[in-house]
């Protein structure tokens, strides 16, 4: 049976991820692939490769890549990509849902840009996924180490799961912060 800390923290994942939804289908087209933070192409050096691991030929590209490294298209990518990771610490062999895939998380990998449907698609995932996990967690398997092919093996589970929402809330509240400064209002409508 959950107890009141396993309903509290599943009850804040939704919570988060309702905003999540509310940032990417809010998000101007115009603003989708702008970074939150500025990006100097001078200090910038490091070159962007894809999730199998090519590089960009066009410059253009490259430099497109370099930009969306901080958009706002790949920052709730990022996000959710790790919570399904997070969120999946009873799963060995983890792989995120389609279409994001395990390479977009490495060193210096921009991923396609996803679509609002594709990330939105996500976020119901990961809701769905909160279901599941907390329906099934006790305190007794809260405080059992995560799987070993989790990257935190060794971690409790209820600790994990606690640290992915918090991850979750950061980026989800960049997001807000980045839109409602540019006048975008953050509303459920």
Not at 21 to 38: F, N
Not at 59 to 68: F, G, I, L, M, P
Request: hydrophobic share 40%.
């Amino acid at each position: 049976m959950a107890t009141i800390w396993l309903t509290s923290i599943a009850e804040r994942y939704g919570a988060v991820l309702d905003d999540l939804a509310i940032g990417i289908r809010t998000c101007p087209d115009e603003l989708w692939e702008e970074s939150l933070y500025p990006v100097d192409p001078a200090a910038v050096t490091w070159t962007p490769i894809d999730p199998e691991g090519r590089g960009f030929e066009d410059e253009a590209v490259a430099e497109r890549k370099r930009r969306a490294q901080g958009a706002v298209w790949r920052t709730a990518a990022h996000a959710l990509y790790y919570a399904d990771a997070d969120l999946s610490v009873l799963e060995q062999d983890w792989e995120p849902q389609a279409p994001l895939s395990l390479g977009d998380e490495d060193e210096n990998v921009v991923p396609p840009t996803y679509s609002r449907e594709q990330l939105s698609a996500y976020v119901d995932y990961c809701r769905r996924k909160v279901d599941v996990v907390f329906a099934e967690l006790t305190d007794a398997r809260a405080e059992k180490p995560v799987v070993v092919s989790h990257r935190h093996r060794g971690t409790p589970v209820g600790k994990m799961l606690v640290v992915g929402l918090v991850h979750l809330q950061q980026h989800t509240a960049q997001l807000r912060a980045y839109l409602v400064t540019r006048g975008v209002p953050w509303t459920d409508e």
